[in-house]
């Protein structure tokens, strides 16, 4: 079986990755897993999912970070016969045309679930700025039609940066740089919305250090942003934040759709994965903001493997 990343470079795709190993350890049809590191670089993604082809893989689970651009690659494997599972960003395409499966979530509501916190806890409205991974990814382009779709008709709220959000390629370099770069244009900005939390950590930080006070945060959850929140949120009275889960888990279930068609196995009851509220630091429901000091920033609470084993990944 074969598994492969657009883009590998971050502890989530660390905590993602360890656990698809752990989900094929369930099957004993599976007698080896490949990975491949997709770099950020859409024609690197395209030659690993060939060589997962040339190698004999049976299935291959793809996280497609460029979208469209991936299809064809995706299309090629299908025709090959390989069992072909796409997940979490779409590829466009058909299933049964130019791939097995594919095993979405539903990002729209990721972003109406932050929609409604934003209308609830800043009623008089705000500036909003949306940060997602590369350019054209599926995900973000849902979650902004989401926050649209509660708070787009309302003049009292404002979106604010590129549209349809600013482009980090969730590489948590390049979002402290674009981050910083919106601190410095915006002179106020009331609410920030972004797909992978931890990332913007860095940037947060040195922006408090400047004197700068930190907005409302709707966004996905890790260890170092709950930390970040416990440790500012006294003097920060802006500072409100609610997480929806980081969706780590994602990977088990696209693993066991392709494992289930390569088998002819039973298959999965879900057919695309759940998306969640995980924390909220007015309400505290389902959860107030989770901070573990004892383990390290790069580990997500959210996730079926315990932030205790995500930390021992670390030391591998």
Not at 48 to 60: E, N, Q, R, S
Request: with cysteine.
């Amino acid at each position: 079986m074969g598994f492969t990343d657009g883009f590998g470079g971050n502890s989530w795709r660390l905590v993602t990755t360890a656990a698809v190993r752990e989900e094929v350890k369930l099957c004993p049809n599976v007698t080896k897993l490949y990975y491949a590191d997709g770099q950020g670089k859409t024609d690197k993604a395209i030659s690993d999912i060939k060589g997962m082809v040339g190698k004999g893989v049976k299935a291959l689970v793809v996280f497609p970070d460029a979208g469209e651009a991936m299809l064809p690659a995706l299309r090629s494997a299908y025709k090959a016969g390989v069992i072909t599972v796409p997940y979490r960003v779409t590829p466009g395409g058909k299933e049964g045309k130019d791939y097995n499966k594919f095993v979405g979530t539903d990002f729209v509501l990721a972003g109406e679930n932050w929609g409604n916190w934003i209308k609830k806890n800043l009623p008089d409205g705000g500036n909003i700025l949306r940060i997602s991974g590369p350019a054209g990814n599926s995900q973000g382009a849902d979650e902004s039609k989401g926050l649209a779709k509660i708070l787009g008709n309302d003049p009292k709220y404002k979106f604010i940066g590129a549209d349809p959000f600013e482009v980090t390629g969730w590489d948590p370099g390049k979002t402290q740089e674009v981050l910083t770069a919106a601190i410095a244009k915006y002179p106020k900005i009331d609410v920030i919305t972004s797909d992978f939390g931890p990332s913007m950590v860095s940037a947060l930080q040195a922006a408090v250090n400047s004197g700068w006070k930190v907005p409302a945060i709707a966004t996905s959850d890790g260890n170092v942003l709950g930390c970040f929140f416990e440790d500012n949120k006294a003097t920060q009275p802006n500072f409100k934040m609610m997480t929806v889960s980081t969706q780590n888990d994602h990977s088990r279930l696209a693993a066991q759709w392709a494992v289930a068609l390569a088998t002819g196995g039973k298959l999965p009851k879900d057919k695309a994965y759940p998306s969640t509220i995980f924390e909220d630091s007015v309400s505290g429901k389902p959860s107030k903001v989770q901070c573990r000091k004892d383990l390290p920033g790069d580990v997500y609470l959210s996730a079926k493997m315990s932030g205790d084993a995500q930390a021992k990944l670390k030391k591998n």
